[in-house]
């Protein structure tokens, strides 16, 4: 029985595929069509999976949304209804939207995929609830998601038996943790539903001292975690900004211009900020624990992603065991719809031996032969040298000893929005400049933003206060107290963003400026190459962890195919790239006119 899963009209459209209740396929749209979280019909992310499968439409069973579009414009409308007048621009922009295309998903979805059959409509948090729980290693969990919206819910929290899911209590919009988030995300002067990591990795270079005031005057929290927002300084419901004025004349600072320098201030409100979704992120944790009796715990939506605030509910021990659904956001809607209708729609069965997920390491999305590869290379005259496959590992090691950065295009894409060593950027560990190389000459993004270190899974201890496997890099730990650096009294007054200049530890490229990493422990069952190619670098140089990093530009999704990876090689200051067996090396690649066109939008020197 095939089930297709989609998530579509938000953001992160996505699909995905299950043959009797097994994981095929799943991918966003934003792989295929180059549109950074796109969030049109997941037209090309539909084909792959149904590719995959070597099916058409025809061959599906049920189709399955991942949320209740009615439900969501009786939310729209009543909210619209409760702030009118005000907010008539905002409204007069989203509703034709919906009545010309957002109500009419079944009628869009037969049309598009040319299907009669079956299709279903999970709610939003039941979708992220599944997609956390049943490909989850365990039989029982306490579930716990939280995100901006569904149709009205924005957390919800529940438990998960065998094959059934219950959510047992919600909170509702306009009260939402992630809108909360995604609104000083705007404030700060990033884009919202893509900034918040940039919000997260800020927040260290801060002091939380607006953690007080925005927990008297913004959020109502209660011990139980349930809270409740301050909509005077909100202006997400009516208008076309996600907070007013009244924010800024409360935080005494004007809403930071995008683009502009980043001063002190924004840095504290951001650390204040992560601070108390840690705080508020902890206490629902704890009341599900308490509530459900469950000694392990699963998370999905956005908020699960602050891999900062997981990392601490880990340390805090609240239950003995957690994960999370790798792609927590709306992308992870569309597998999490489409095992709903298998487990819960349908009563399917299934097993799990609190062990082992079902994700596959998350290496989801499509592959390229050697063959294919090649057919693209020898067809735009690139040269390249071709490698045995048992020769790649070694090869990237020598490379990276060297100091080279590198481009690492290999089997299937993952799924998420994580880089977990199918399309990656890597680099040595221990080189002083690596991140600053990277962030200005490779990613074309801000100098504060840290990297992630991949680790192999049996060396993890030895680099990170972290016993566990965190493959999805989904949680941040400290580096060992061994690995640490002993701070002159100079380096340790050093603020904001001179922090930066500081050496903390002997894997400096992905140290972060409070001495933390977001971790990817890598293993040889789920990605064999990749975990040979560190374990090359370990006997080389003794030395177990890289420097991991997406294979994209600032603005840029993740690349998917031959071409987006040669052309994103070529727009940088990358040394190499090595796709399937063929190794690029940039000096040997001949001038190309379209190859300069980043430099309008950056300036590198």
């Known amino acids: 029985m095939y089930i297709l899963g989609i998530s579509a009209y938000y953001h992160d459209s ?23 979280h796109d969030a049109g019909f997941p037209t090309s992310a539909i084909a792959y999976c149904l590719e995959e499968a070597g099916i058409t439409s ?79 290693p365990y039989e029982e969990a306490a579930i716990l998601t939280m995100d901006g919206v569904g149709e009205w819910a924005t957390t919800s929290y529940g438990l998960g038996e065998g094959n059934k899911i219950e959510l047992r209590a919600e909170i509702n919009f306009p009260h939402s943790l992630g809108l909360l988030y995604s609104a000083f995300t705007y404030y700060l002067g990033f884009k919202v539903n893509s900034g918040e990591y940039k919000v997260m990795g800020l927040a260290p270079y801060g002091e939380p001292k607006y953690k007080d005031l925005i927990f ?64 508020i992120v902890l206490k629902m944790a704890g009341y599900a624990g308490k509530e459900t009796g469950k000694k392990n715990l ?4 956005g908020v699960a992603l602050n891999c900062v605030a997981n990392g601490k509910l880990l340390r805090e021990k609240i239950f003995e065991n957690i994960w999370i659904q790798p792609a927590s956001g709306d992308a992870g809607g569309a597998l999490g719809a489409a095992l709903a209708v298998w487990h819960d729609y349908l009563g399917n069965g299934r097993k799990a031996d609190n062990k082992k997920d079902r994700m596959s390491g998350g290496y989801l999305g499509p592959s390229f032969s050697t063959e294919e590869v090649k057919k693209y290379l020898d067809g735009h005259n690139i040269f390249y040298q071709e490698l045995r496959r048992e020769e790649i590992p070694s090869k990237t090691a020598e490379l990276l000893k060297k100091q080279n950065v590198i481009g690492w295009f290999q089997g299937r894409m993952e799924f998420g929005p994580r880089a977990l060593g199918a399309r990656s950027i890597i680099g040595d560990a221990r080189s002083s400049e690596m991140q600053r190389k990277m962030n200005l000459k490779i990613k074309f993004r801000e100098s504060f933003r840290p990297f992630a270190p991949s680790v192999l899974i049996e060396k993890v201890s030895e680099y990170f206060d ?9 949680l941040v730990a400290q580096i060992t107290a061994k690995r640490r650096k002993n701070l002159s009294g100079e380096e340790k007054n050093k603020a904001g963003l001179e922090r930066l200049q500081v050496m903390r530890s002997d894997i400096p490229a992905i140290t972060h400026v409070d001495s933390s990493a977001r971790i990817q422990t890598v293993h040889k069952e789920t990605n064999p190459l990749y975990h040979k190619m560190i374990s090359e670098l370990d006997k080389m140089e003794g030395c177990g962890v890289i420097v991991n990093t997406s294979f994209n530009v600032r ?15 070529m727009r940088t200051r990358m040394d190499y790239l090595i796709m399937e067996n063929f190794i690029l090396d940039k000096r040997e690649q001949p001038e190309r006119s379209d190859d300069t066109d980043w430099k309008k939008e950056f300036e590198l020197d």
């Open 298 to 301: 699963v998370l999905a939506g």
């Open 58 to 136: 025809s061959g599906l069973d049920y189709v399955a949304f991942y949320d209740k579009p009615f439900l969501k414009f009786e939310r729209i409308l009543e909210s619209y209804l409760t702030y009118a007048p005000k907010g008539v621009r905002s409204f007069l922009k989203a509703v034709p939207l919906w009545i010309k295309k957002k109500l009419w998903i079944k009628e869009l979805i037969k049309n598009e995929l040319n299907y009669e059959g079956k299709i279903l409509f999970p709610e939003h948090h039941l979708s992220h609830a599944a997609s956390a729980f049943y490909p989850s």
């Open 555 to 569: 603005g840029e999704p993740i690349v998917s195919t031959p071409e987006d990876a040669y052309k994103c090689f």
């Open 216 to 279: 008297k005057n913004v959020i109502d929290v209660k011990e139980d975690g349930s809270f409740k927002l301050n909509m005077k300084y909100f202006s997400y419901v009516s208008g076309l900004r996600m907070t007013n004025k009244k924010m800024e004349e409360l935080l005494g600072a004007p809403r930071r211009k995008p683009e502009s320098k980043l001063e002190q201030v924004y840095m504290d409100i951001a650390r204040s900020l992560q601070e108390v979704t840690e705080e």
């Open 466 to 474: 972290l016993e566990i496997e965190s493959p999805y890099m989904l």
């Open 14 to 36: 996505a699909a995905c595929l299950i043959k009797d209740g097994e994981i095929v396929a799943a991918a966003q749209e934003e792989r295929f069509s180059r549109k950074k």
